[in-house]
């Protein structure tokens, strides 16, 4: 008696045909009808994908935006002009300390303006949320301000001083130099001594 394995019309076992050879060793590896190209191997064993690679990670294919913890990290805060104003601020004050030596008061209000756009920059650049130091910028440009207002005081009694005293050192010119302090107190209508300034 034969048996179903036995006979090359029938199909064999398990209902598989028996022209349709298994694929052979080393021979043709197509893949079988019906199933199609398997996928693209992943990461082999032990590997791990890289970052950026794993699932969802192209986002060309999800409209363009990156999957939610794959983002690009967070800009640092850029706090350098709220830094600058408090600085030159400061170092604005500091010039209307020295604002009793002449023209120095013209330099305060250069440094003060240039304090103010800084502090005026910073906070903007803060209230847009590109820095965290709005308390910062705000100190540099109130300290800028103060030290504006100030040396524009200076400028102002300097040139009224030297506004008075011109005519009154032209006057005394042709005066012998011992008496020339009292002449130029004399034009400039103090009622004082020379001696009593000095003792």
Sequence with gaps: M??????????????QDPAAEP??????QSPAPGYGVPPAAGP??????GYGQGPGADPQ?????????????APEPRNGLGVAALVVGIVA??????????FIGVVTVVVGVVGVVLGV???????????????????GLVLSAIALVLGLVSVVLWGVL????????????GVPQAEQ???????????????DLQG
Excluded: I, M, W
């Design 61 to 73: 294919r999800y409209g363009g935006q990156p999957p939610a913890g794959y983002g690009a990290p």
């Design 2 to 15: 034969s048996t179903p394995s036995d006979r090359p019309d029938e199909p064999g076992r398990h209902g």
């Design 23 to 28: 694929p052979r060793y080393g021979g043709d």
């Design 181 to 195: 302090a009292q002449c130029v107190l004399d034009e400039l209508g103090v009622d004082a001594d020379v001696e």
């Design 121 to 139: 920059l910073g906070r903007r650049r803060a209230s847009r949320g590109e820095a965290t130091n709005k308390g910062v910028a705000t100190t």
């Design 44 to 49: 082999g064993y032990g590997e791990s994908p």
């Design 93 to 102: 004050l500091l010039a209307v300390c020295l604002g009793l030596l002449p």
């Design 162 to 173: 030297f506004g008075q005293a011109g005519p009154a050192f032209e006057a005394c010119t």
